[in-house]
């Protein structure tokens, strides 16, 4: 009998970790009908002299609000991307009661760069409820297989109120919440997602409603996914749960646990952290650390300059107008307080060598230019730059810098560590600041080939079945006869992530960075349908909206 879709001559990398082997690819409805030479099918995908490989599954994005607009799920399908995991760091849009639609959007619009108007014309809010989430995705259908995390932040603005801002949970209130995550769960949630960062600060500049939570209330909704043996803890650390006690709580919850992101910082402190894993999980503790090919990079107006507010003198202008925040970038005490509190900041520090200005139009011969260089000639402080040029600019500068992961041999080490995953692609979030959704492609391209860091085939399983373990994505994320045809064909010879461009695509004409020019993708199929052929974006396939709603199965 033939079969839908044959993908012919390629070879065939099935995501086990062993090496390739040339075959052809079966492929009737939704399913991997067969693997061999010589196979026959309705249609042909030529994929001769190309890698065939499970659709590779990007397990930290932000694309809750986005997939109701943007059912492709761009940049990430342009890279071979076919499932994704939304709700990070505990930043989902649901549970959201009618009150809390506008506070979801504002703590979405400081902490992940989320434009209010895009969210009020783009999520339609017809559900509640996490289970209504899921069914309203489901419902409009999406290109790529979504899951994603019940959030901790948006739990506890639905139990406790606006007050989720202001305090600790209630006894009472911890059980309401515990009886949502095991709805969520039920429901098919990816597990529970918290941030307790001290970078991470929602409406008017405040703490996130999760870094209120206690240990104990945290270890109260964890316990849901260990009881139930489903899903994952995904946790951006800092106080009261940081990085130790994630490897002290994961063997009695019982779930595997993630963590985001171990990144190379000049001080040296990633190496003592991979160690840290390796022997963790020499013990059988499932912490997986996430990791990333991609030097961590942002461009943003000092309208609203993202990585300065840890700064507490940053942070206080979040909930203020332009004019305070002019009148603050000109006071001269304010500047040294500014200064003052950089010298005593431990997370974050500003890498002053890495900063440049990107844009501005009063000062255009400084475009490229470090602060560093500019502030040596002018005998001034590179803050004193910033800052000069964000006043004659009318708050209109935008500036780049690199936060970390931009030591190859540091990252190097990262990326071939078994206990770390591939992660931090932000995909959906910090959208005008950055855009890291190609790191798949960055990764084969610029890791895998340039520097030979690893085997294909080991790169692949990272991309792929690794992601699919950890989840519990029952017949994803291998190529094998009765798995979800979610497939990639690409050439190993030309794959690269392409340029980044500036768009204006979104609703309330949003602006935002993507990467939507990828090279050596070739074919990408979805449950079996094509949504990329021949290196073009196949709009019959794509607008059947072929994704399906992932939900973990029990371990």
């Known amino acids: 009998m033939s079969a839908d879709i044959v993908i012919r001559g390629g070879v065939v990398v099935d995501g086990s970790g062993r090496p390739g082997t040339e075959a052809d690819i079966a492929i009737t409805g939704d399913r991997i009908s067969g693997i061999g030479k010589g ?26 609000a986005q997939v109701f607009w943007d059912p492709e799920l761009s940049p990430s399908c342009y890279h071979g991307v076919t499932s994704v995991i939304a709700g990070n760091c505990g930043f989902s849009i649901a549970p959201t009661r009618s009150e809390h639609r506008g506070l979801i959007a504002r703590t979405l619009e400081n902490v992940e760069d989320m434009n209010v108007d895009s969210l009020a014309e783009g999520i339609p809010w017809d559900f509640e409820t996490f289970p209504e989430y ?39 209130e911890v059980a309401g919440m515990v009886k949502v995550v095991a709805e969520a769960v039920d429901a098919g949630a990816a597990g529970l997602a918290t941030s307790f960062a001290m970078t991470h600060r929602g409406a008017d500049g405040l703490p996130v409603p999760s870094r209120f939570s206690t240990r104990e209330e945290f270890e109260a909704l964890i316990g849901v996914l260990g009881r139930k043996r489903r899903g994952v803890v995904s946790v ?148 004193d730059v910033l800052l000069d040029t964000a006043v004659a600019d009318d708050l209109t500068t935008r500036i780049s810098c690199v936060i970390a992961n931009d030591d190859p041999e540091g990252v190097a080490l990262l990326l071939q560590q078994d206990g ?19 790191q798949a492609t960055d990764f084969l391209g610029n890791w895998v080939r340039d520097r030979e860091l690893m085997p294909m085939e080991k790169a692949i399983r990272k991309l792929s079945a690794v992601q699919a373990d950890l989840f519990n994505l029952v017949d994803r994320g291998y190529l094998r006869e009765g798995a ?31 990467a939507d020019a990828p090279t050596g993708i070739t074919h990408v199929l979805v449950n079996g349908t094509p949504i990329r052929r021949d290196g073009e974006v196949d709009r019959s396939g794509v607008d059947t909206h072929p994704g399906d709603i992932l939900r973990p199965s029990a371990r």
């Open 484 to 514: 979800y045809a979610d497939v990639v064909v690409f050439d190993p010879d030309t794959v690269a992530p392409g340029p980044l461009r500036r768009v204006r695509d979104f609703p309330a004409n949003a602006e935002r960075l993507t």
């Open 420 to 438: 770390c995953t591939l992660g931090l692609s932000d995909a959906g979030a910090h959208v005008g600041q950055l855009c890291d959704a190609p």
């Open 39 to 64: 196979l026959s099918g309705r249609t042909e995908l030529d994929a001769g002299g190309q890698v065939v490989a499970p659709g590779f599954i990007d397990i930290h994005t932000h694309y809750d």
């Open 236 to 383: 951006a650390p800092g106080q009261p749960v940081g990085i130790d006690d994630l490897y002290t709580l994961q063997p009695r919850v019982g779930v595997p646990f993630t963590y985001g992101a171990l990144l190379t910082f000049p001080n040296g402190h990633h190496v003592q952290s991979a160690a840290r894993n390796r022997d963790a999980w020499a013990e059988g503790i499932q912490v997986w650390p996430q990791v990333t090919p991609r030097p961590l990079t942002f461009q943003m107006m000092m309208s609203d300059p993202f990585t300065l507010n840890v700064n507490p003198e940053f942070a206080a202008l979040m909930s203020q107008d332009r004019d305070t925040r002019l009148k603050a970038y000109d006071d001269q005490d304010w500047r040294n307080r500014t200064a003052e509190a950089f010298e005593h900041q431990r997370a974050m520090k500003p890498r002053w060598d890495t900063f440049r200005i990107a844009e501005t139009a009063s000062r255009p011969e400084l475009i490229g230019r470090r602060l560093t260089d500019v502030a040596s000639e002018l005998g001034v402080r590179p803050l």
């Open 134 to 172: 899921l069914d309203s995705i489901s419902r409009r259908g999406t290109s790529l297989n979504f899951g994603a995390y019940i959030g901790h932040t948006a739990l506890r603005l639905f139990t406790i109120g606006d007050e989720a801002y202001e305090r600790a949970a209630t006894d009472e």
